[in-house]
């Protein structure tokens, strides 16, 4: 029975995001609702971990197939892809890498600085263990 | 066939269960990220429906009650995040200067090349939530007017590339700080490069899991703003 109480509460989460959805004129889905809500009640502790832990466990692990239906979609849209391809290739691959880089090299830059900071201030500097 | 299949619900729910084990299977005797289940279950699902001539609609009468699970999946992603807290408490500039970088070069890079290949409305918000994890990004497209199906689609070769990308792309960039190589990561390439980013280290992992939450709800705000550009 611990299954269907976890799953009332994410489930009952869901309708309150649906309801938000539908009342709020912004273009949010319900899911993102319904993720800050979780959350938000998992930082107040008003949803304590190990009553959500394990059903949110599970539907995390199996979300991957939950996508598979709206893909099979791609029959039906054939037509607009074709349309697009060579767009989405030089999009995709551009995009991709550019954010990896500048992700990467600004926050490396922030972290650096930070320590830096630190060892200047004669904070003893244990975070270069981990590198 | 698709008189009597169409009066089915489970042959829907079935074939999803059974073609993304396969690929599951498959997935574990490659170990390779181009075998994603969820692409092999797609494309053998296509092929059967084709192959058969089945329709769409008959296939999607049984299979809608998996894609309902979608929300409350989304939802539960609160919880890996709720378990990082404490990294991102550690590192908060680090990881929100980096994130909101990242998210801001996709919505640039993403809207120039659009303005440069003359795409439409309907085409451009189809590509805009491409690096985020596909449960956001598809809610994006749907509420933008984009083609949710492409977007699914692009999403998760995203995925599949920055994984590939990823170990190569950090050695020429000398991006070389755990931290920074995950949230480059996880914010480029979501839960697919999260993969990869596990492979590399723990403390990849963990950055990468985390920049997936946060970089998909900035990303729902940012999209909110550009997709109003075209």
């Known amino acids: 029975m611990k299954y269907v109480k976890q799953l009332s509460i994410i489930l009952g989460i869901s309708f309150l995001a649906e309801l ?46 939950m996508f598979v239906p709206a893909t099979v979609g791609i029959m039906a849209s054939v037509d607009a892809l074709k349309e697009m391809l060579l767009p989405i290739c030089v999009i995709t691959v551009v995009s991709t890498v550019l954010i990896m880089i500048v992700t990467g090299r600004v ?18 500097d244990t975070d270069k263990e981990g590198r | 066939m698709n008189e009597i299949l169409s009066q089915s619900i489970f042959f829907g729910i079935a074939i999803t269960l059974v073609t ?28 059967v429906l084709l192959l058969f001539h089945i329709d769409y609609e008959t296939y999607a009468n049984g299979a809608q009650y998996i ?7 989304t939802v539960s992603l609160a919880v890996p995040l709720y378990r990082q807290l404490e990294l991102l408490k550690m590192y908060p500039k680090a990881i929100f200067g980096g994130i909101i970088a990242g998210v801001l070069t996709a919505m640039v890079s993403i809207f120039a090349l659009s303005l440069m290949f003359g795409l439409n409305h309907e085409q451009y918000v189809t590509l805009l939530p491409k690096s985020i994890t596909t449960a956001i990004g598809m809610g994006i497209s749907e509420k ?34 755990p ?31 985390l920049s997936i939450v946060v970089c998909g709800i900035l990303t729902v705000i940012s999209v909110s703003i550009f997709a109003n550009f075209i």
Not at chain 1, 108 to 118: A, K, L, P, T, V
Not at chain 2, 146 to 157: D, F, R, S
Request: hydrophobic share 55%.
């Open chain 1, 20 to 65: 938000l959805e539908i009342l709020i004129p912004l273009p949010i889905a319900a899911s993102v609702y319904g993720l800050v809500i979780m959350l938000v009640g998992l930082i107040t502790k008003l949803i304590p971990l190990e009553k959500v832990e394990t059903a949110a466990d599970f539907l995390v692990d199996a979300m991957s197939i």
């Open chain 2, 179 to 209: 931290i920074a190589k995950g949230l480059a990561i996880g914010t480029s390439a979501h839960a697919l490069g999260t993969a990869k980013a596990m492979e590399l280290g723990e403390i990849e992992g963990a950055m990468s899991s």
């Open chain 2, 144 to 177: 933008m007017g984009g083609i949710v199906t492409i977007t699914v689609v692009v999403i998760i070769v995203t995925g599949i590339l920055g994984n590939i990308l990823a170990e190569t792309i950090c050695r020429l960039c000398k991006i070389e700080d």
């Open chain 2, 20 to 47: 993304y084990e396969i690929g599951l299977w498959i997935k574990q005797k490659t170990g390779k990220a181009i075998a994603n289940p969820l692409l092999i279950s797609v494309i053998l699902i296509v092929a």
């Open chain 2, 67 to 73: 894609s309902i699970f979608l929300t409350p999946a």
């Open chain 1, 107 to 124: 926050s490396q830059r922030i972290i650096r600085g930070q320590r830096n900071r630190d060892t200047a201030a004669g904070a003893a």
